[in-house]
């Protein structure tokens, strides 16, 4: 089993920036894929970005391609995912998730997920 708590949500203005955290543990970090979601108000919840589990790889949605970044460092059991340029649309609870299995853009594919963290921008 795996558990995850993501951190460093809030609210910020137009322009501004923030970084997510998401902290693991129960299973050896390096083993997993990385991925962080979010869900908007009245939308369903979609994909933001993906790493592989050593971070040579990742992949981002059109929207936030750009603006965003997803890293990790294995060594603190923990992925990121540093946001800038925020813009109001980006208002949403951001999800952080693991996958044991395979990585990419498909949330049936992640197994673990955390409880949520809320960003909120702004305009």
């Known amino acids: 089993q795996v558990q995850l708590v993501e951190t460093g949500g809030g609210l910020v203005q137009a322009g501004g920036s923030l970084r997510l955290s998401c902290t693991a543990s129960?299973?050896?970090?390096?083993?997993?894929?990385m991925g962080w979601f979010r869900r908007a108000p009245g939308k369903e919840r979609e994909f933001v970005a993906t790493i592989t589990r050593g971070g040579s790889n990742t992949d981002y949605s059109d929207s936030v391609k750009g603006r965003f970044a997803i890293s990790r460092d294995n060594a603190k059991n923990t992925a990121y995912l540093q946001m800038n340029s925020l813009k109001p649309e980006d208002t949403a609870v951001y999800y952080c998730?693991?996958?044991?299995?395979?990585?990419?853009?498909?949330?049936?594919?992640?197994?673990?997920w955390g409880q949520g963290t809320q960003v909120t921008v702004s305009s």
């Open positions: 129960g299973r050896t970090f390096s083993s997993l894929a």
């Open positions: 998730a693991a996958s044991g299995t395979k990585y990419g853009r498909v949330q049936d594919d992640y197994n673990y």
